[in-house]
């Protein structure tokens, strides 16, 4: 690797972590802005350029997303909506690969049903990043946002074991429909395996280590790990990885206090990175494959690349509410002797359908495996089309996030799709289950009580019973309808006193009239503080 391009490589992540804090501050499209930029930077005359490695995305940036998607993702709640999750991330992927394949086939001439399933396979599923990062900015239903999480978390594994077997067609081994079967379910079984493995073994170890730099630089490692060793014996890295951030993220409880505190801080860095650099490549890709399509005219490509787009829009719709309507029934017939909660409301349902078809945009996974087609074929010769392949990989993906991106948000108001009533639902179960901590917390101190002095005891029960209370005085806020002028104000006043603490001990240090150790430990106390305020 030369100077120039690990200079680049350095220098995408840099601008790009810039560009998307100047999106945030201007109250931007993060995604759709730092896709513009890359875009801009591909056509710009001396930037050289930067043909996608694919292991670059598949091996360093998608094991740390998907893990952490995972770690933070609801495994109750997956179960919850487990139907739902199943049918998107593999029924749908399926499906609109051989809807996609089918019909490029019929579309283009001369374009083999091999390459044509390779196409479709690419396209199939919708983008982890960008299906996380929009679901949950934009004020939807948590079950609907629990459902996109769910399949942004499995359909890559589906997609990327779908693309083997059409590209291991397309270069000329024979594939039969049930060897295509027990592939796809080997690999499935595989990575699952390793990934639970891998999670049984760590999780007593770190349970017993209780060191919290080892910790947190070990949950770093373990995903490459995971997705190393699943993709050497052939199976599904993703899936690997999706479960062992899915076990290790359900019992991180029983981990230290600054386990979970460094995790929290290492991981929210690493994704902000990493999701911006995601986003930056998508747009840097514009000019190398323009490059290699100019032996086809502009209107050919456009007009391949918009019939690419409306039939995997229209694959989407159709499947989400074929499936969608489907599962509604059964889920009915199943329920109606059952105490389990209702199927949402009839009014509710058709739309939240709409979003959900709405919110399929692809992005740099697809890219990474149009960029591992290769050259030629078993034979030496070269792959047909594999250059327009990765022309209409990059139309739809542009589309899909910028026409549905840029109106998605606009989509879900029009149709008054926002959570509703959910703040309050959670500021009660914050007020309850805050109250059923507090009585744990206070029978456990009636057992140790004749061991302890008394002032330690009135300390600790008054601790217990002022964290009781504030949790009953938000509830009670939240539910007067208007909590937020009044607690805005609160907490503005308290980050101003923080401020002033802060500035008074750092005027105690430059004096000399404490310590460093002293100044940290009081400082770190303080930024406790504030962080527990931005979290709640």
Known sequence: MTAQHLLFLLGVPFFSVVVSALARRFELNGPLVLVAVGLLVSIAPFIPDYDLEPEFVLMILLPPLLYQAAVETSVPSLRENWSAVLILSVGMVLVTTLLTGFAMHLLIPGLPLSVAFVLGAVLGPPDT??????????GLPRRTV???????????????????IALAAAVGETVTVFDAVGRFVLSAAGGIAIGAVVAVLWDPIRFRMRDPRAESGISLILPFVVYITAEAVHVSGVMGVVILG???????????????????ALW??????????????????????????????????????????????????GGVYTFGYIGRFLMRHLRRNSALAPPPAQTQAPKILFVVGWAGMRGVVSLAAAAAIPLTDNHGGPL??????????LFVVLATLIVQGLTLPPLIRRLGVEAKDEEK??????????????????????????????????????QARWRGDRAKRFAMQVASGAPSASAAAVEEARRSMLDAERAAIEHLRDMREINDDVYRRVLHQLDLEEAYMERR
Not at 129 to 138: M, Y
Not at 146 to 164: I, P
Not at 246 to 264: C, E, I, N, Q, S
Not at 442 to 448: D, F, S
Request: with cysteine.
């Open 425 to 462: 639902e959670d500021a009660f179960s914050y007020c309850s289950a805050m109250g059923t901590a507090a009585t744990a917390g206070m029978a456990r101190l009636e057992e140790l009580e004749a061991t302890l002095p008394d002032p330690a005891v009135d300390r600790m029960r008054d």
């Open 129 to 138: 990043v960008a299906a996380i990062s929009i679901a949950k900015r934009l």
């Open 268 to 317: 929210d860095v690493i994704v902000e990175i990493l999701e911006a650099t995601v986003f930056a490549l998508i747009g840097l890709q514009l000019i190398p494959i323009l490059r290699d399509v100019d032996h086809w005219s502009a209107a050919e490509l456009i007009g391949y690349g918009s019939a690419a787009f409306a039939i995997v829009v229209v694959a989407r719709f």
């Open 384 to 393: 047909p089309d594999r250059e327009l392949v990765q022309f209409l990989t």
């Open 246 to 264: 899915l076990y290790l993220g359900h019992r991180r409880v029983r981990a230290g206090y600054a386990t979970r505190m460094l995790d929290t």
């Open 146 to 164: 629990d459902v996109l999480v769910g399949e942004g978390l499995f359909n890559d594994a589906t997609a990327l074991t779908a693309f083997r």
